[in-house]
C-alpha cells in the first residue's frame, strides 16, 4: 500500500483543450483558400509595384535622381548624348571655323580625338546638381505626360489625339555642348528631334489606358481580397487555427521569396539578353533603381510572413513556448494597463521608422494595429486559460519550497506537523502525486530540478 504524501494545494497545470481534427472537407477548403490567395498576393505584389513606381510621380522623381547619380548610368548616358551630339552636329566644321585659316584642315582630326576626351567630360557634368536637375525635370515631365495620356487626361499641352509621348533630353544635349565650347550657330542646327526618345505610340494607347485602369483598381482590392481569404481559412479552421496561422505565415514568407526572385531572374535576362552591346552595367542598375519598390515588397512580405510563423509558435504546445507563457501570464493577466502601454509603445516606435510601406499610409498603420491588438487579445485569453491562477501563485513560496515542507511535515509525522506546512494539505499516493509533478513539468509550471526534487520526497 502506497504511503500518502501531505502536499499543498498549488496552481492547477494549464487545461488541455481538445480540439476536434479538421474534417477532410474543411482542411481542403482552408488549403485551397490559402493556395488561391498566395497566387493572388503574387499578382497583387507585381502590380501594387506598376502603381507606386510606374504610376507615381514622386517615386518617378526619386528613381530618377537616383539612376542620373549613379555612376555606370553616368557614363552611358554621356557617351549617348556625345554620340548624338556628333551624329547631328558637325563638329570638325565647328571647329574649324574657330581654327586660324592656316589651321582649319586640322578640324576632323581634332574633333574625332576630342570625342572620348569630350564623353569623359560629359561624365563630369553630370555628376554637377545643375545637370543632374536638368536630366531629373525631363524625365519626371515625361513620367507626368505619360501617365495624364494613360489616365485618358488633357492639358499642359498634351493630346490623345496622336496619343506619342516622349522622353525629350533635346536641352541637356544642348546645355553639354555650350559646356564642350560649341558655337550657338552650330548647336541651333541641332534638329528638335535629337535627344527625344518615343516612350509610346497611338496603336499603344487604348490598351494601354485599360491597363492604367486595371492595376490602379488591382493595386487595392486585390490586396483586400488576400487579406479575406487569409482570414477566412483561419476562422474555418476551428480546432487548428494556430497551425493555420503558421502556414499562412509560411505562404507570406513564399510569397515575397518568390518576389525576389523574379526579380533577380527577370533582370539578369534583360542585362544579358536585352541590353545594347556595352550598356550591360548600366542596364543593371537602372533595373535595380527602377524596381527597388518591387524587391521593397517582397522583403515586407517576407518580414510579416516570418511574425506570423513566430507568433504562431508562441503560442505553441512546445515546452519553451509555454514557459515563455508562463513567464509573461502574471502580466499579461492580472497588469494589462502596462501590457497595452508597451504594446502601443514599440508600436509607435515602428511607425517612426516607417521600414515598410504599411507603416507610412494610414490605413496600414490601422491595419497593422488592429491585427496587434487582436494578437494580444488571443494570448491573453490562452495565458488565462492555461495559467488561471498563476498571478495568486506568485504570492506562494516557490514549488521546490513548498515540496520540501510538505515532505519535512510527513517525515515529522501525524497530522498536527502537515498542518504546519504552508497552505492545505491533501493525501494522495506517490504515484498520484508523482503523476501530477509531470503534468506540471510538461506544461512549464515547474522545473526540471522541482520536478526531481519533488519526486525524491513523494518516495522518501
Same mark, same amino acid.
Given at each position: =500500500?502506497?504511503? @500518502? +504524501?501531505?502536499? @499543498?494545494?498549488?496552481?492547477?497545470? @494549464?487545461?488541455?483543450?481538445?480540439?476536434?481534427? /479538421?474534417?477532410?472537407?474543411?482542411?481542403?477548403?482552408?488549403?485551397?483558400?490559402? +493556395?488561391?490567395?498566395?497566387?493572388?498576393?503574387?499578382?497583387?505584389?507585381?502590380?501594387?509595384?506598376?502603381?507606386?513606381?510606374?504610376?507615381?510621380?514622386?517615386?518617378?522623381?526619386?528613381?530618377?535622381?537616383?539612376?542620373?547619380?549613379?555612376?555606370?548610368?553616368?557614363?552611358?548616358?554621356?557617351? %549617348?548624348?556625345?554620340?548624338?551630339?556628333?551624329?547631328?552636329?558637325?563638329?570638325?566644321?565647328?571647329?574649324?571655323?574657330?581654327? @586660324?585659316?592656316?589651321?582649319?584642315?586640322?578640324g576632323p582630326p581634332i574633333a574625332g580625338a576630342l570625342q572620348q576626351p569630350a564623353t569623359q567630360g560629359v561624365e563630369f557634368l553630370l555628376q554637377r546638381p545643375r545637370f543632374q536637375q536638368l536630366w531629373i525635370n525631363a524625365s519626371s515631365l515625361?513620367?507626368?505626360?505619360?501617365?495624364?495620356?494613360?489616365?485618358?487626361?488633357?492639358? %499642359?499641352?498634351?493630346?490623345?489625339?496622336?496619343?506619342?509621348?516622349? /522622353?525629350?533630353?533635346?536641352?541637356?544635349?544642348?546645355?553639354?555642348?555650350?559646356?564642350?565650347?560649341?558655337?550657338?550657330?552650330?548647336?541651333?542646327?541641332?534638329p528638335q528631334k535629337a535627344g527625344t526618345v518615343t516612350l509610346m505610340r497611338s496603336d499603344q494607347l487604348s490598351a494601354a489606358q485599360a491597363g492604367v485602369q486595371a492595376v490602379r483598381i488591382a493595386s487595392t482590392w486585390l490586396l483586400v481580397l488576400v487579406l479575406v =481569404?487569409?482570414?477566412?481559412?483561419? %476562422?474555418?479552421?476551428?480546432?487548428?487555427?494556430?497551425?493555420?496561422?503558421?502556414?499562412?505565415?509560411?505562404?507570406?514568407?513564399?510569397v515575397g521569396l518568390v518576389v525576389l526572385i523574379i526579380r533577380r531572374l527577370v533582370g539578369n535576362y534583360i542585362t544579358d539578353s536585352l541590353a545594347s552591346p556595352g550598356y550591360n552595367a548600366a542596364t543593371h542598375h537602372l533595373w535595380l533603381i527602377g524596381t527597388a519598390i518591387l524587391g521593397q515588397?517582397?522583403?515586407?512580405?517576407?518580414? %510579416?510572413?516570418?511574425?506570423?510563423?513566430?507568433?504562431?509558435?508562441?503560442?505553441?504546445?512546445?515546452?519553451?513556448?509555454?514557459?515563455?507563457?508562463?513567464?509573461?501570464?502574471?502580466?499579461?493577466?492580472?497588469?494589462?494597463?502596462?501590457?497595452?502601454?508597451? +504594446?502601443?509603445g514599440v508600436y509607435l516606435l515602428a511607425v517612426l521608422w516607417g521600414g515598410t510601406h504599411a507603416l507610412r499610409t494610414w490605413w496600414g498603420i490601422i491595419l497593422l494595429a488592429a491585427l496587434i491588438a487582436a494578437g494580444v487579445v488571443a494570448l491573453r485569453?490562452?495565458?488565462?486559460?492555461?495559467?488561471? =491562477?498563476?498571478?495568486?501563485?506568485?504570492?506562494?513560496?516557490?514549488?521546490?519550497?513548498?515540496?520540501?515542507?510538505?515532505?519535512?511535515?510527513?517525515m515529522a509525522g501525524g497530522a498536527a506537523a502537515a498542518a504546519a506546512a504552508p497552505g492545505e494539505g491533501q493525501q494522495r499516493s506517490a504515484a498520484e502525486e508523482i503523476a501530477r509533478l509531470r503534468d506540471l513539468r510538461d506544461s512549464g509550471a515547474i522545473t526540471e530540478e522541482e520536478y526531481e526534487q519533488g519526486k525524491k520526497l513523494a518516495l522518501t
Open positions: =500500500m502506497s504511503t @500518502p +504524501v501531505a502536499t @499543498p494545494a498549488s496552481p492547477p497545470a @494549464p487545461a488541455a483543450v481538445a480540439a476536434a481534427p /479538421l474534417s477532410g472537407r474543411r482542411r481542403a477548403a482552408v488549403w485551397t483558400l490559402i +493556395v488561391l490567395a498566395s497566387l493572388i498576393a503574387l499578382v497583387s505584389t507585381l502590380t501594387a509595384f506598376v502603381n507606386r513606381q510606374m504610376l507615381d510621380n514622386h517615386a518617378w522623381r526619386k528613381a530618377s535622381t537616383d539612376v542620373i547619380q549613379d555612376p555606370a548610368v553616368q557614363s552611358a548616358l554621356a557617351t %549617348y548624348m556625345i554620340n548624338q551630339l556628333y551624329s547631328n552636329v558637325d563638329v570638325a566644321a565647328a571647329l574649324q571655323e574657330r581654327l @586660324p585659316k592656316n589651321l582649319k584642315s586640322l515625361a513620367q507626368e505626360k505619360l501617365v495624364n495620356v494613360l489616365e485618358n487626361k488633357t492639358g %499642359y499641352g498634351i493630346s490623345t489625339g496622336n496619343g506619342v509621348v516622349t /522622353l525629350n533630353v533635346h536641352e541637356l544635349i544642348v546645355q553639354l555642348g555650350t559646356e564642350l565650347g560649341l558655337p550657338a550657330s552650330a548647336l541651333a542646327k541641332l =481569404m487569409y482570414g477566412a481559412a483561419i %476562422y474555418i479552421a476551428r480546432g487548428a487555427r494556430r497551425t493555420t496561422l503558421r502556414n499562412v505565415g509560411w505562404a507570406f514568407l513564399l515588397i517582397g522583403a515586407a512580405e517576407i518580414l %510579416y510572413g516570418a511574425i506570423f510563423v513566430l507568433a504562431a509558435a508562441f503560442a505553441g504546445p512546445t515546452a519553451i513556448a509555454t514557459r515563455m507563457r508562463r513567464a509573461v501570464a502574471p502580466v499579461l493577466n492580472e497588469r494589462q494597463g502596462i501590457v497595452w502601454t508597451g +504594446v502601443a485569453r490562452q495565458t488565462l486559460r492555461e495559467f488561471p =491562477m498563476v498571478a495568486g501563485a506568485a504570492a506562494q513560496p516557490p514549488v521546490h519550497e513548498r515540496l520540501a515542507a510538505a515532505g519535512r511535515a510527513r
